[in-house]
Protein backbone atom coordinates (compact mmCIF):
# COMPACT_ATOMS: atom_id res chain seq x y z
CA UNK A 1 0.00 0.00 0.00
CA UNK A 2 1.36 3.54 -1.15
CA UNK A 3 2.11 6.03 2.21
CA UNK A 4 1.68 9.23 0.19
CA UNK A 5 -1.20 11.57 -0.11
CA UNK A 6 -3.90 8.15 1.43
CA UNK A 7 -5.95 9.31 4.52
CA UNK A 8 -6.73 5.81 6.37
CA UNK A 9 -8.99 6.81 9.64
CA UNK A 10 -7.65 6.11 12.97
CA UNK A 11 -10.96 3.62 12.76
CA UNK A 12 -10.69 2.38 9.05
CA UNK A 13 -8.52 -1.00 8.68
CA UNK A 14 -6.79 -1.44 5.62
CA UNK A 15 -4.61 -4.77 5.15
CA UNK A 16 -1.17 -5.28 4.23
CA UNK A 17 -1.61 -5.91 0.57
CA UNK A 18 -4.04 -3.67 -0.23
CA UNK A 19 -3.27 -0.94 -2.90
CA UNK A 20 -4.48 2.19 -2.30
CA UNK A 21 -4.02 4.96 -5.43
CA UNK A 22 -3.10 9.09 -4.63
CA UNK A 23 -5.67 11.13 -2.55
CA UNK A 24 -7.83 7.96 -1.61
CA UNK A 25 -9.65 8.00 1.85
CA UNK A 26 -10.51 5.29 3.63
CA UNK A 27 -13.41 6.73 6.67
CA UNK A 28 -14.45 5.00 10.10
CA UNK A 29 -15.38 1.03 10.71
CA UNK A 30 -14.47 0.45 7.03
CA UNK A 31 -12.18 -2.70 6.17
CA UNK A 32 -10.28 -3.12 3.04
CA UNK A 33 -8.39 -6.87 2.64
CA UNK A 34 -5.42 -7.40 1.55
CA UNK A 35 -6.19 -8.31 -2.20
CA UNK A 36 -8.52 -5.18 -3.19
CA UNK A 37 -6.78 -2.58 -5.60
CA UNK A 38 -8.81 0.88 -5.36
CA UNK A 39 -7.69 3.81 -7.73
CA UNK A 40 -6.74 7.18 -7.24
CA UNK A 41 -9.19 10.35 -5.59
CA UNK A 42 -11.66 7.68 -4.43
CA UNK A 43 -13.71 8.01 -1.49
CA UNK A 44 -14.37 4.74 0.55
CA UNK A 45 -16.82 6.41 3.43
CA UNK A 46 -17.43 4.90 7.08
CA UNK A 47 -18.64 1.26 6.99
CA UNK A 48 -17.48 -0.37 3.97
CA UNK A 49 -16.54 -3.88 3.85
CA UNK A 50 -14.18 -4.59 0.50
CA UNK A 51 -13.04 -8.31 0.11
CA UNK A 52 -9.72 -8.99 -1.73
CA UNK A 53 -11.25 -9.79 -5.85
CA UNK A 54 -12.32 -6.53 -5.79
CA UNK A 55 -11.05 -4.07 -8.35
CA UNK A 56 -11.70 -0.22 -8.34
CA UNK A 57 -10.67 2.63 -10.67
CA UNK A 58 -10.25 6.02 -10.00
CA UNK A 59 -12.50 9.00 -9.05
CA UNK A 60 -15.20 6.40 -7.50
CA UNK A 61 -17.22 7.13 -4.31
CA UNK A 62 -18.91 4.41 -2.13
CA UNK A 63 -21.21 5.39 0.63
CA UNK A 64 -21.68 3.87 3.71
CA UNK A 65 -22.91 0.78 4.38
CA UNK A 66 -21.69 -0.98 1.17
CA UNK A 67 -20.26 -4.35 0.96
CA UNK A 68 -17.86 -5.01 -1.90
CA UNK A 69 -17.30 -9.07 -2.41
CA UNK A 70 -15.19 -10.97 -4.36
CA UNK A 71 -15.92 -10.18 -8.53
CA UNK A 72 -16.85 -6.72 -8.00
CA UNK A 73 -15.28 -4.06 -10.75
CA UNK A 74 -16.04 -0.85 -10.28
CA UNK A 75 -14.92 1.57 -13.43
CA UNK A 76 -13.74 4.95 -13.16
CA UNK A 77 -16.13 7.77 -11.91
CA UNK A 78 -18.50 5.04 -10.25
CA UNK A 79 -21.22 6.48 -7.90
CA UNK A 80 -22.50 3.36 -5.38
CA UNK A 81 -24.94 4.85 -2.90
CA UNK A 82 -25.45 4.04 0.83
CA UNK A 83 -26.19 0.49 1.43
CA UNK A 84 -26.31 -0.93 -2.06
CA UNK A 85 -26.01 -4.50 -2.05
CA UNK A 86 -23.60 -6.23 -4.67
CA UNK A 87 -24.32 -10.26 -4.73
CA UNK A 88 -21.17 -12.50 -6.49
CA UNK A 89 -23.24 -16.17 -5.96
CA UNK A 90 -26.47 -17.18 -7.77
CA UNK A 91 -26.89 -20.35 -5.39
CA UNK A 92 -25.58 -19.35 -2.03
CA UNK A 93 -24.69 -22.23 0.69
CA UNK A 94 -23.08 -21.52 4.06
CA UNK A 95 -19.46 -22.97 3.48
CA UNK A 96 -19.85 -24.35 -0.04
CA UNK A 97 -17.93 -21.66 -2.51
CA UNK A 98 -17.73 -21.85 -6.28
CA UNK A 99 -15.04 -22.77 -8.12
CA UNK A 100 -14.96 -18.85 -9.33
CA UNK A 101 -17.22 -15.86 -8.01
CA UNK A 102 -19.47 -13.97 -11.06
CA UNK A 103 -18.15 -10.96 -11.65
CA UNK A 104 -20.32 -8.05 -12.03
CA UNK A 105 -19.20 -5.00 -13.86
CA UNK A 106 -20.07 -0.73 -12.96
CA UNK A 107 -19.35 1.10 -16.10
CA UNK A 108 -17.18 4.38 -16.54
CA UNK A 109 -19.72 6.40 -15.03
CA UNK A 110 -22.12 4.81 -13.92
CA UNK A 111 -23.96 5.78 -10.91
CA UNK A 112 -25.91 3.13 -8.16
CA UNK A 113 -29.00 4.78 -5.90
CA UNK A 114 -29.33 4.04 -2.35
CA UNK A 115 -30.31 0.26 -0.97
CA UNK A 116 -30.78 -0.75 -4.83
CA UNK A 117 -29.48 -4.78 -5.16
CA UNK A 118 -27.42 -5.87 -7.85
CA UNK A 119 -27.73 -9.69 -9.09
CA UNK A 120 -24.21 -11.58 -9.78
CA UNK A 121 -22.56 -11.33 -13.02
CA UNK A 122 -24.62 -8.13 -14.71
CA UNK A 123 -22.97 -5.15 -16.40
CA UNK A 124 -24.44 -1.91 -15.67
CA UNK A 125 -23.23 -0.08 -18.60
CA UNK A 126 -21.72 3.23 -19.02
CA UNK A 127 -22.97 6.36 -17.50
CA UNK A 128 -26.33 4.71 -16.63
CA UNK A 129 -28.13 5.24 -13.46
CA UNK A 130 -29.89 2.62 -11.07
CA UNK A 131 -32.62 4.27 -9.28
CA UNK A 132 -32.67 3.87 -5.24
CA UNK A 133 -34.42 0.62 -4.38
CA UNK A 134 -34.30 -1.23 -7.72
CA UNK A 135 -33.24 -4.35 -8.14
CA UNK A 136 -31.11 -5.08 -11.13
CA UNK A 137 -31.81 -8.79 -11.86
CA UNK A 138 -29.93 -8.18 -15.96
CA UNK A 139 -27.56 -6.18 -17.55
CA UNK A 140 -28.18 -2.69 -17.82
CA UNK A 141 -27.47 -0.69 -21.39
CA UNK A 142 -25.07 2.23 -21.35
CA UNK A 143 -26.91 5.75 -20.02
CA UNK A 144 -30.12 3.63 -19.42
CA UNK A 145 -31.87 4.70 -16.64
CA UNK A 146 -33.60 2.02 -14.54
CA UNK A 147 -36.13 1.47 -11.72
CA UNK A 148 -38.45 -0.89 -9.71
CA UNK A 149 -38.36 -4.54 -9.23
CA UNK A 150 -37.55 -6.01 -11.26
CA UNK A 151 -35.72 -3.00 -12.73
CA UNK A 152 -36.77 -2.04 -15.72
CA UNK A 153 -35.71 0.85 -18.28
CA UNK A 154 -37.46 3.92 -17.84
CA UNK A 155 -35.47 6.85 -20.00
CA UNK A 156 -32.07 7.63 -20.75
CA UNK A 157 -29.82 9.60 -19.42
CA UNK A 158 -29.35 13.06 -20.76
CA UNK A 159 -31.19 12.27 -24.05
CA UNK A 160 -33.75 14.84 -25.26
CA UNK A 161 -37.61 13.78 -24.84
CA UNK A 162 -39.79 14.37 -27.75
CA UNK A 163 -42.23 17.14 -28.18
CA UNK A 164 -45.98 16.58 -29.25
CA UNK A 165 -45.46 18.48 -32.48
CA UNK A 166 -42.79 16.51 -33.11
CA UNK A 167 -43.71 12.72 -32.65
CA UNK A 168 -45.70 12.94 -35.48
CA UNK A 169 -43.15 14.20 -38.36
CA UNK A 170 -43.80 17.54 -40.30
CA UNK A 171 -44.52 17.42 -43.59
CA UNK A 172 -41.25 16.77 -45.56
CA UNK A 173 -37.92 15.37 -43.56
CA UNK A 174 -37.36 16.83 -40.10
CA UNK A 175 -33.89 16.47 -38.88
CA UNK A 176 -32.76 15.07 -35.08
CA UNK A 177 -29.96 17.17 -32.93
CA UNK A 178 -27.86 13.38 -33.33
CA UNK A 179 -26.00 13.42 -36.79
CA UNK A 180 -27.61 12.09 -39.91
CA UNK A 181 -30.85 11.15 -37.89
CA UNK A 182 -33.95 12.45 -39.53
CA UNK A 183 -37.84 11.96 -39.44
CA UNK A 184 -39.71 11.49 -42.34
CA UNK A 185 -43.51 12.55 -43.10
CA UNK A 186 -44.73 9.81 -45.52
CA UNK A 187 -47.77 9.62 -48.27
CA UNK A 188 -51.20 8.91 -46.22
CA UNK A 189 -54.13 8.72 -47.59
CA UNK A 190 -57.37 7.62 -45.78
CA UNK A 191 -60.72 7.09 -46.94
CA UNK A 192 -63.69 5.08 -46.38
CA UNK A 193 -62.18 1.80 -47.11
CA UNK A 194 -59.28 2.28 -44.67
CA UNK A 195 -55.90 3.74 -44.22
CA UNK A 196 -52.93 3.73 -46.80
CA UNK A 197 -49.39 5.05 -46.21
CA UNK A 198 -46.69 4.66 -49.42
CA UNK A 199 -42.92 5.57 -49.79
CA UNK A 200 -41.67 6.52 -52.63
CA UNK A 201 -38.30 4.79 -51.88
CA UNK A 202 -36.11 7.03 -54.27
CA UNK A 203 -37.24 9.92 -52.80
CA UNK A 204 -37.60 9.19 -48.83
CA UNK A 205 -35.31 6.62 -48.04
CA UNK A 206 -31.58 7.50 -49.20
CA UNK A 207 -30.03 4.29 -49.40
CA UNK A 208 -30.58 1.05 -52.12
CA UNK A 209 -32.51 -1.44 -50.05
CA UNK A 210 -30.93 -4.80 -49.74
CA UNK A 211 -32.85 -6.32 -46.91
CA UNK A 212 -36.15 -5.87 -44.86
CA UNK A 213 -37.10 -6.91 -41.57
CA UNK A 214 -39.78 -6.85 -39.05
CA UNK A 215 -39.89 -6.81 -35.06
CA UNK A 216 -42.88 -7.80 -33.23
CA UNK A 217 -43.87 -9.59 -30.11
CA UNK A 218 -41.30 -7.53 -28.16
CA UNK A 219 -42.03 -7.87 -24.29
CA UNK A 220 -42.04 -4.26 -23.64
CA UNK A 221 -39.59 -4.71 -20.66
CA UNK A 222 -36.83 -5.83 -22.93
CA UNK A 223 -34.52 -3.63 -25.01
CA UNK A 224 -33.50 -4.05 -28.44
CA UNK A 225 -30.51 -2.52 -30.57
CA UNK A 226 -28.40 -1.28 -28.07
CA UNK A 227 -25.80 -1.15 -30.65
CA UNK A 228 -24.08 0.86 -33.96
CA UNK A 229 -23.11 0.27 -37.61
CA UNK A 230 -20.22 1.16 -39.36
CA UNK A 231 -21.72 1.05 -42.73
CA UNK A 232 -25.39 -0.01 -42.43
CA UNK A 233 -28.06 2.88 -42.76
CA UNK A 234 -31.36 1.91 -41.31
CA UNK A 235 -35.60 3.27 -42.31
CA UNK A 236 -37.86 2.51 -39.76
CA UNK A 237 -41.70 2.80 -39.60
CA UNK A 238 -43.68 0.85 -36.58
CA UNK A 239 -46.34 -0.08 -39.00
CA UNK A 240 -48.73 -0.35 -35.81
CA UNK A 241 -48.22 0.40 -32.20
CA UNK A 242 -45.13 2.40 -30.73
CA UNK A 243 -41.79 1.84 -30.13
CA UNK A 244 -39.71 4.54 -28.55
CA UNK A 245 -35.83 4.80 -30.30
CA UNK A 246 -32.90 6.38 -28.59
CA UNK A 247 -30.06 8.03 -30.92
CA UNK A 248 -26.45 9.09 -29.53
CA UNK A 249 -23.84 10.27 -32.05
CA UNK A 250 -20.80 10.70 -28.76
CA UNK A 251 -22.03 14.26 -28.41
CA UNK A 252 -25.78 14.34 -28.45
CA UNK A 253 -28.57 12.10 -27.53
CA UNK A 254 -32.03 12.29 -28.35
CA UNK A 255 -35.34 9.78 -28.02
CA UNK A 256 -37.58 9.93 -30.78
CA UNK A 257 -41.55 7.99 -30.78
CA UNK A 258 -42.45 6.15 -33.57
CA UNK A 259 -46.14 5.96 -33.17
CA UNK A 260 -47.48 6.23 -36.94
CA UNK A 261 -47.25 4.25 -39.57
CA UNK A 262 -47.19 7.69 -42.08
CA UNK A 263 -43.79 7.99 -40.14
CA UNK A 264 -40.48 7.11 -41.49
CA UNK A 265 -36.94 7.42 -38.94
CA UNK A 266 -33.67 7.12 -40.83
CA UNK A 267 -30.59 5.83 -38.93
CA UNK A 268 -27.25 6.32 -40.86
CA UNK A 269 -24.01 4.05 -39.57
CA UNK A 270 -22.13 5.97 -36.96
CA UNK A 271 -24.98 5.91 -34.03
CA UNK A 272 -25.60 4.36 -31.31
CA UNK A 273 -29.56 2.76 -31.11
CA UNK A 274 -31.74 1.37 -28.47
CA UNK A 275 -35.27 0.74 -28.93
CA UNK A 276 -37.41 0.16 -25.99
CA UNK A 277 -40.76 1.06 -24.52
CA UNK A 278 -42.79 -1.17 -27.23
CA UNK A 279 -46.33 -1.34 -26.87
CA UNK A 280 -47.93 -5.02 -26.83
CA UNK A 281 -48.89 -4.88 -30.26
CA UNK A 282 -46.01 -3.11 -31.78
CA UNK A 283 -45.16 -4.11 -34.97
CA UNK A 284 -41.77 -2.27 -36.11
CA UNK A 285 -40.59 -2.41 -40.03
CA UNK A 286 -36.92 -1.88 -41.02
CA UNK A 287 -35.52 -1.22 -44.05
CA UNK A 288 -31.51 -1.59 -44.70
CA UNK A 289 -28.81 -1.03 -46.84
CA UNK A 290 -26.62 -3.76 -47.02
CA UNK A 291 -27.30 -7.50 -45.87
CA UNK A 292 -26.44 -8.90 -42.51
CA UNK A 293 -22.95 -8.53 -41.40
CA UNK A 294 -21.39 -9.28 -37.35
CA UNK A 295 -18.97 -7.84 -38.34
CA UNK A 296 -20.48 -4.13 -38.97
CA UNK A 297 -22.33 -4.14 -35.64
CA UNK A 298 -20.68 -2.34 -32.96
CA UNK A 299 -21.84 -3.40 -29.73
CA UNK A 300 -19.73 -2.04 -27.11
CA UNK A 301 -20.49 1.46 -26.46
CA UNK A 302 -16.82 2.83 -25.31
CA UNK A 303 -16.03 0.88 -29.02
CA UNK A 304 -18.39 2.60 -30.45
CA UNK A 305 -17.52 6.04 -28.75
CA UNK A 306 -14.09 5.62 -29.57
CA UNK A 307 -15.28 4.67 -33.33
CA UNK A 308 -16.95 7.86 -33.81
CA UNK A 309 -14.24 9.84 -32.52
CA UNK A 310 -11.87 8.86 -35.29
Not at 92 to 108: C, D, G, I
Not at 136 to 162: C, E, F, L, R, W
Not at 195 to 211: A, G, M, N, W, Y
Amino acid sequence: MAESKIFVHKDGLVEQGATLGVNTRVWAFSHVLPGAVIGDDCNICDHVFIENDVRIGDRVTVKSGVQLWDGVRLEDDVFVGPNVTFTNDKFPRSKNYPAKFSETVVRKGASIGANATLLPGIDIGTGAMVGAGAVVTSDVPAHAIVTGNPAKITGYVDAIQPQPEVVKARPGISDSSVAGVSLCRLKFITDLRGDLSVTDVEKEVPFTIKRIFWVYNVPSEHVRGAHGHRKLHEFLVCVKGSVSVVVDDGQNREELVLNDPSTGLHLPPRVWRSLYKYSTDAVLLVMASHEYDPGDYIRNYEEFQDYVQT
